[in-house]
């Protein structure tokens, strides 16, 4: 919804971001923006504040020191969550509901995409075959998979994704970078966290170095 | 957000707690066991003497259904902590009270209506009178109802706490105290042939207000007790 | 106005309020030792004894107070929480934690003395009275809230989450003290009638009412004590705290 309505305005605004527990620093101050179609890489070492920083913007811990606004909204505002979707190092997923069950979970959370196609998704994802598989029974690999294939069905235009790399082959990697490939395409934005040891996504419009 | 979202998002939510118990319903029997077994224990401690036993019935068979509840209480978010979906709830774009209100009735429907069931033949083998079965089954609904919102709450307040256990009865005790005594006292009403109406009222009061209040009060708890 | 809003601010701030805590916990402490010695004197030695209760009834003079008190404290807390809850200032919520133990200590207290009393009284200990009863439920809240602050790992979170609790007890409070009132009556028909206002002598209520405000004291006193101490743990890091350690030795 906040595709069409002010395309000119950034996903994300952060203006001296920074978050300190116990009064130590753990990230910032920062100031960057976020545009539409934009995907943006966080880089930084283990412990640089990468995830504090995804979890500040989605509104799960309040920031420190300066501001950020998202969506045109404050982080964790029902108008920021309206058009954020968030993927963890937790994926969220339910052991004892079945693939296609937890993406049904998540269309009915967040809503669905309206070109989206849970099978073809699946399949797109290298899931064809596990529809109907209880998520425990799957390999880490997968399960990240299958987060990534929910994540695609939702219609929110900012993905904030920690780690989406991790724990995936080449296919995946490769899977992960055509997602981002299509959300930009779409006009998305994203901001995505690694380590820095993979091959990311080939259009990154910028990159955040943390921890320096 | 369009208009069908929120029922959509509701229904989810319940949907998914209700399939989640039904893949696990052994562990849903697991307090119904619990309270059969405390039940029973009572007339090897008192006696089998039918007026006492008939007597103490109500009583017995509420603060076991409590007990019951209370020991399952402690797993209500700790799977969605521990695997993610906490926070997913957190994040979607409906309001938390909303999810937390499918949470509740879900946890109703699978742990607290299994007790209220079985309830009256646990009352009938303690010797409860035929006249006063129907007010305990009545303040069981009124009475479970109650401590499953209120439960929930702490619950939610103490999900970021390693041991929560003791805790948690310790939290929930001030509260379940009036619930208990409108809830005996409706029964013990009844069992004298005294009116009952009294007691069942103002339980259902709190009820209402309770269907409005916890769901924010626990959404507002969630996000204190995850916030570090 | 002004003038009050600046030192409100100035009263926030975790240094300020340390200095200022300091300042005034020995006027405090020596205030309420000495309204507690004027008290007990006239509680103890000048006040005549019951009619009725003979001398037992002297355990009025601590019981009492510890009793108010009870209640009093878990209102400064409950106010506290719900500032700490809404607006989230560090010095709301040491107030709000630090007010609860005392809180507890006195409702103890009061249990204990009003047991001693049941004794000569009612003959026994316990009772299943509705003031005792509701006090018992109170300490349990009180419990309630200090278990909460400490299963936390983070103090601020833990505090924000027993600051919640203390409100929802605030509320339940008055629907316990109730519900316990209507089932005493259902069970036992007689409620005891120990302390009514009017069959109170004057010269036992003067000391009544300086012991009350001396245990206000007390409670100020000790409040500041463990607020300097919560404070100094809460912001150790610091560069005002590092000065105060490291001056301490030296200074004094």
């Not at chain 1, 899931?127 to 695609?152: D, F, M, N």
Request: proline fraction near 5%; charged fraction near 15%.
């Amino acid at each position: 919804m906040s595709l069409h309505a002010a395309p000119a305005d950034p996903f994300i605004v952060a203006r001296g971001l920074g978050y300190g527990r116990r009064d130590e620093r753990v990230f910032g101050p920062l100031d960057f923006s976020l545009d539409a179609g934009c995907i943006a890489l966080v880089e930084g070492d283990n412990g640089s504040g990468k995830t504090t920083l995804l979890r500040v913007l989605s509104g799960l811990l309040h920031p420190t020191t300066g501001e950020a606004r998202v969506l045109g909204a404050a982080p964790g505002s029902e108008q920021a969550r309206a058009g954020c979707a968030a993927l963890g190092h937790l994926l969220g997923l339910k052991g004892d509901l079945t693939v296609q069950e937890n993406l049904a979970l998540g269309t009915g959370l967040y809503g669905a995409r309206e070109d989206a196609d849970a099978q073809a998704m699946l399949e797109h994802a290298g899931l064809a075959g596990y529809a109907h598989e209880p998520v425990r029974t799957l390999s880490a690999g997968q399960k990240k998979r299958a987060a990534l294939a929910r994540l695609a069905l939702l219609p929110a235009p900012l993905w904030l994704l920690d780690e989406p790399y991790a724990n995936l082959d080449r296919n995946g990697i490769a899977l992960v970078n055509a997602l981002l490939a299509g959300h930009a395409a779409r006009g998305g934005a994203a901001l995505v966290t690694s380590h820095g040891a993979v091959a990311f996504y080939e259009g990154v419009g910028y990159t955040l170095r943390l921890g320096t | 957000m369009s208009a069908s979202a929120l029922p959509r998002a509701f229904l989810a939510m319940l949907r998914r707690d209700v399939v989640l118990a039904w893949r696990r319903r052994g562990d849903a029997l697991l307090p119904v066991l619990y309270a059969v077994i405390v039940t029973t224990l009572f007339p090897f401690a008192l006696g089998p003497e039918h007026a006492l036993l008939a007597r103490i019935s109500g009583g017995v068979v509420l603060v076991t259904v409590l007990l019951a509840m209370l020991l399952s209480l402690d797993a209500v978010f700790r799977g969605d902590l521990e695997d993610g979906a906490l926070e997913h709830m957190l994040l979607a774009p409906q309001p938390l009270a909303l999810l937390m209100a499918a949470r509740m009735l879900a946890y109703w429907l699978v742990t607290a209506l299994p007790l209220v069931l079985v309830a009256p033949l646990l009352a009938y083998m303690l010797g409860l009178d035929a006249v006063a079965q129907p007010v305990l089954l009545l303040a069981l609904l009124l009475a479970s109802a109650l401590l499953d919102l209120l439960g929930i709450v702490l619950t939610a307040l103490t999900v970021g706490t390693r041991r929560s256990g003791m805790l948690l009865s310790l939290m929930l005790l001030p509260l379940a105290v009036p619930v208990v005594i409108f809830a005996a006292g409706a029964v013990g009403a009844a069992q004298q042939g005294l009116p009952w109406i009294a007691p069942l009222a103002w339980l259902a009061a709190a009820l209402a207000l309770a269907l409005v209040l916890a769901p924010l009060a626990c959404a507002t708890a969630l996000r204190i007790a995850l916030d570090s | 106005m002004n003038a009050f809003k600046l030192w409100y601010h100035k009263l926030g701030s975790p240094p300020y309020f340390y200095l200022f805590a300091g300042y005034i916990r020995p006027w405090l402490w020596g205030i309420a030792l000495l309204l507690a010695a004027v008290g007990l004197y006239g509680g103890l030695v000048l006040a005549p004894p019951d009619y009725q209760q003979g001398d037992a009834f002297r355990i009025i003079f601590v019981h009492v107070p510890a009793a108010w008190m009870s209640l009093f404290i878990y209102g400064v807390m409950a106010v506290s929480a719900f500032i700490a809850v809404i607006w989230r200032p560090k010095m709301a919520e040491v107030l709000a934690m630090e007010s609860a133990p005392i809180g507890a200590a006195f409702t103890l207290i009061a249990l204990i003395t009003g047991s001693l009393w049941g004794k000569p009284t009612w003959g026994t200990y316990w009772t299943w009275d509705a003031r005792l009863t509701s006090e018992l439920v109170l300490l349990f809240i009180y419990l309630g809230v200090i278990g909460l602050y400490h299963a936390f790992e983070d103090p601020r979170q833990g505090a924000r989450a027993a600051s919640f609790l203390a409100m929802v007890g605030a509320v339940n409070l008055p629907i316990v003290h109730y519900s316990v009132v209507w089932w005493n009556t259902l069970h036992q028909g007689t409620t005891v009638r120990y302390f009514g206002p009017s069959s109170i002598a004057p010269s036992m209520l003067w000391p009544l009412l300086v012991m009350t405000i001396a245990a206000k004291f007390y409670y100020g006193a000790s409040l500041m004590g463990r607020s300097r101490v919560a404070l100094l743990s809460l912001e150790r890091g610091k560069d005002w705290v590092r000065a105060e350690v490291a001056g301490a030795p030296a200074g004094g």
